[in-house]
T-cell receptor, first 115, second 113 residues
Framework: GAGVSQSPSNKVTEKGKDVELRCDPI?????LYWYRQSLGQGLEFLIY????????KSGLPSDRFSAERTGGSVSTLTIQRTQQEDSAVYLC?????????????FGPGTRLTVT | AQSVTQPDIHITVSEGASLELRCNYS??????LFWYVQSPGQGLQLLLK??????LVQGIKGFEAEFKRSQSSFNLRKPSVHWSDAAEYFC???????????FGAGTILRVKS
């Protein structure tokens, strides 16, 4: 079946511009996660959705970062007024939220470069 | 706060040799434990996971891991490494199902022929 998909795969933007990154989770997965992978910081959690609500936003690095999820499916991560330190690979994952089948399935990521 | 330590940043092994990648975690209770692999330019693929029960778990691609509660460790092993195993390996923990993953810094595996 289809896995987690993310778009775009690559995004180059100028400092100060806004960007939107999209994640399509595996159908039926109620939980959705955003992570960021950068050279200096490794893999960091950003935000977690259960359905359309976000019970854990603790990893968002600043108020320039926001995310939403609609219809319990697609999620968009928005970065406003991008800075060079936002350059990273943004990974999305989805899962069935509970039980012994719990595991997070990752998408291929969006590589963001802020120039 | 939870933390995961992978003490080896790089490991080089010869093809056909055995492999052990170390992972230690810090958490009050036994968390859910995972090993992921990431090939260059690719996303993360789950190799194996441990929730409870038998402390030796088998995964894909011939990998296994052993949970040792007394050492707070979850080391990944493979008896005979193949050149295609060259990648970066991440250990991760979650306090319970549905929670975010906390990752270690990763170990880059190089395989020499």
């Amino acid at each position: 079946g289809a896995g987690v998909s993310q778009s775009p795969s690559n995004k180059v933007t100028e400092k100060g511009k806004d960007v939107e990154l999209r994640c399509d989770p595996i159908s039926g997965h109620t939980a959705l996660y955003w992570y960021r992978q950068s050279l200096g910081q490794g893999l960091e959690f950003l935000i977690y959705f259960q359905g359309n609500s976000a019970p854990d936003k603790s990893g968002l690095p600043s108020d320039r970062f926001s995310a939403e999820r609609t219809g319990g499916s697609v999620s968009t991560l928005t970065i406003q007024r991008t800075q060079q330190e936002d350059s990273a690979v943004y990974l999305c994952a989805s899962s069935l939220a509970s039980g012994d089948s719990y595991e997070q399935y990752f998408g291929p990521g969006t590589r963001l470069t802020v120039t | 706060a939870q933390s995961v330590t992978q003490p080896d940043i790089h490991i080089t092994v010869s093809e056909g040799a055995s492999l052990e990648l170390r992972c230690n975690y810090s958490y009050g209770a036994t968390p859910y434990l995972f090993w992921y692999v990431q090939s260059p330019g690719q996303g993360l693929q789950l190799l194996l996971k441990y929730f409870s029960g038998d402390t030796l778990v088998q995964g894909i691609k011939g990998f296994e891991a052993e949970f040792k509660r007394s050492q707070s460790s979850f080391n990944l092993r493979k008896p005979s490494v193949h050149w295609s195993d060259a990648a970066e390996y991440f250990c991760a923990v979650a306090p319970r199902a549905g929670n975010k993953l906390v990752f270690g810094a990763g170990t880059i595996l190089r395989v020499k022929s």
